[in-house]
């Protein structure tokens, strides 16, 4: 079955550490997102990439950063300088980048929690 | 700068009531429109989209939305709700070639 795979599920990180979330897609989209949603707040974009070997910053990109070196694959990865880190963490991909064509599909997220 | 609200944060309705959600968007030129569901600690689910055409959309799982653009308004409605249509509900907008803007939700709640 085609679709987008976040793992883990659930995970705990302590303050001053850095923390890496994995996103796989076998949808061949070109395009990948970063989400993070906090109760009440809606969806806020934390990265994107419209192809491989590039990527743009959203909306609340500091303290995070991202790579994308192959095109089923876009990790996540939250640093110490991430302030309040404690949410749920959503990828998604899109045929092409752009709401003009196909939309975004979702992975089941990832819970971060600092202790 | 395009923008969408969810006027409604939470909704309570009784099993096989209709539902409407709320859905007011701001966007200079004619705006995409979406309606995504996610079940707690889920990702989130197409519901059905608006790019042009028929304004009266229909998706998945009963649920049908309307554009209309002398409101800037999407909202989402369905006849009969089920209790598994518990869940939160965003609606999202877009322009061409552009990022997607997703409301704050509004989570339904459905009683027996």
């Known amino acids: 079955d085609g679709g987008i795979t976040q793992s883990p599920k659930y995970l705990f990180r302590k303050e001053g550490q850095n923390v890496t979330l994995s996103c796989e897609q076998n949808?061949?989209?070109?395009?990948m997102y970063w989400y993070r949603q906090d109760p009440g707040q809606g969806l806020r974009l934390i990265y994107y990439?419209?192809?491989?070997?590039?990527?743009q910053k959203g909306d609340i990109a500091e303290g995070y950063s991202v790579s994308r070196e192959k095109k089923e694959s876009f990790p996540l990865t939250v640093t110490s300088a991430q302030k309040n880190p404690t949410a749920f963490y959503l990828c998604?991909?899109?045929?092409?980048?752009?709401?003009?064509?196909?939309?975004?599909?979702f992975g089941p997220g990832t819970r971060l929690t600092v202790l | 700068a395009q923008s969408v609200t969810q006027p409604d944060i939470h909704i309570t309705v009784s099993e096989g009531a209709s539902l409407e959600l709320r859905c007011n968007y701001s966007?200079?030129?004619?705006?995409?429109l979406f309606w995504y569901v996610q079940s707690p600690g889920q990702g989130l689910q197409l519901l059905l989209k608006?790019?042009?055409?028929?304004?009266l959309v229909q998706g998945i799982k009963g649920f049908e939305a309307e554009f209309k653009r002398s409101q800037s308004s999407f909202n989402l409605r369905k006849p009969s709700v089920h209790w598994s249509d518990a869940a939160e509900y965003f609606c999202?907008?877009?322009?061409?070639?552009?990022?997607?803007?997703f409301g704050k939700g509004t989570r339904l709640h459905i009683l027996p």
């Open positions: 949808l061949n989209h070109d395009a």
């Open positions: 990439s419209q192809i491989v070997n590039d990527f």
């Open positions: 999202a907008v877009g322009a061409r070639d552009d990022k997607i803007i």
């Open positions: 608006y790019f042009s055409g028929d304004t």
């Open positions: 998604a991909s899109s045929h092409l980048f752009g709401t003009s064509t196909d939309t975004q599909y």
């Open positions: 966007y200079g030129a004619t705006p995409y």
